[in-house]
């Protein structure tokens, strides 16, 4: 595998899901699993109760530069600023806009939401680290 690092300008092509946050342990960053009442991180053991969840933002999308489509996950608090609130705050909200919507799937980003962030992110161009 090639370590070397680098910065890649690129457009935006499309977001290839629309789950752009997810509970993450605070020690090794990895996906929780959540039941109601705990969590737990299968990658270094740690446990908790469901309410002290931490999430994090991960925004998966396919970009192009002038001669190649890559497939990249953008992780972390760089997106706030996009995003306007921490994910903590954004997941606050979805979950508050599913139960007054009566929408069974927690992990559901709201329609609205999911084309907000397209019409922020499509067809724009970034510079990744990479």
Do not use: H, W
Request: hydrophobic share 40%.
């Amino acid at each position: 595998m090639n370590s070397a690092r680098g910065l890649l300008a690129a457009s935006v092509i499309s977001i290839q899901n629309s789950c752009f946050i997810y509970p993450a342990c605070q020690k090794c960053f990895s996906r929780l699993i959540l039941d109601s009442r705990r969590f737990n991180c299968l990658k270094c053991g740690r446990t908790g109760e469901a309410k002290d969840a931490s999430y994090r933002y991960r925004l998966s999308l396919k970009i192009a530069d002038a001669n190649d489509l890559f497939d990249i996950t953008v992780f972390g608090s760089c997106l706030d600023p996009f995003f306007g609130v921490t994910a903590e705050n954004l997941q606050r909200c979805i979950q508050d806009f599913n139960q007054l919507s009566g929408e069974t799937n927690t992990d559901a980003s709201p329609g609205v939401l999911v084309q907000a962030v397209e019409s922020c992110f499509i067809g724009r161009r970034f510079i990744f680290g990479v």
